[in-house]
């Protein structure tokens, strides 16, 4: 798969990273204009932008897209984010009450990113590399399996602490190998991370906010669609689907060869209050958001 590698470091201070989530300053700020695909990338005037992680989604540290910040079990939540600083060579962090880091050990880790484009929001969409570079920064790289398992995404999903979340932009090569980092990590013995605790297939029984903030393991986009729908002001599921239909999530069901536009197509709600999806995360491939 062909993407452009660029070559520069990460730095965390004053800034709220999750497990899926970092700010990354390339050597050469020019080099953000090289990344293809129809979103720019932003970036402040030292030229630091954040990155997407791609093909991961790590439980939500602090997620305020329709109201209050809401986060997701905070035990995986940080602990995605502590190994994702731990793997790139941060140690020390310290972070203030809402989520910013106050301290780290360097202020600044050398590293690259491979990119083929920015999400609607400026947000690079990346896999994020440490130590030697595969290639000359700036350019354009093949990136085969062996090298995709030298990122962070890889070790993330093979810690079992982030789920497999495809869009159509990775290659079909690169997404198998990441679910079968996932599905060891599931097989291990006891399965690692997450995995033990995910009820995302197997059902979650939901009974307000504090449900999904305290109780329930689930895939990051079904929590973040169900705190939506709850600051709404209805309690009860029963307009759950309705409401995932309005949505439109578009997205490809490898499993049936089926494209589908809304996630009340793989979702149910049973008794009003428990949900779950009836394929796993690594059986869909979203269209871009």
Partial sequence: MPMLLIKGSYRVKGSQPDGDSIHFTPDDPAQWDLVGGAHPVKRNAAGTAQLRLDAIDALETHY?????????????AHAAAEELLHWLGFSGIQRSS??????????????FVLTRGADLHGRCVALAGRGSLPGAGGTGIHVDVPLLETTANHHLLAAGLAYPTYYRNLFADLRTALTAAVHEAQAAEPARGLWP??????????????????DVVILPKLFR?????????????????????????????????HSTTGLDAVVEVTNGQTVRMTHPAEDLVFDEE
Avoid: M, W
């Fill in 98 to 111: 809402n989520e910013t880091v106050t301290t780290s050990i360097p202020d600044a880790v050398p590293g």
């Fill in 64 to 76: 305020a897209r329709t109201g209050p910040r809401q986060h997701q079990p905070l035990p995986f």
């Fill in 225 to 257: 669609r169900l705190v939506d729908y709850l600051h709404l002001g209805d309690p009860s599921l029963s307009g759950f689907p309705t409401f995932l239909a309005q949505a439109q999530d578009r997205f490809f069901i490898l499993s049936t060869g």
């Fill in 197 to 214: 605790s995910d009820v995302t297939t197997t059902g979650a029984k939901i009974f307000g906010l504090s449900s999904l903030t305290d």
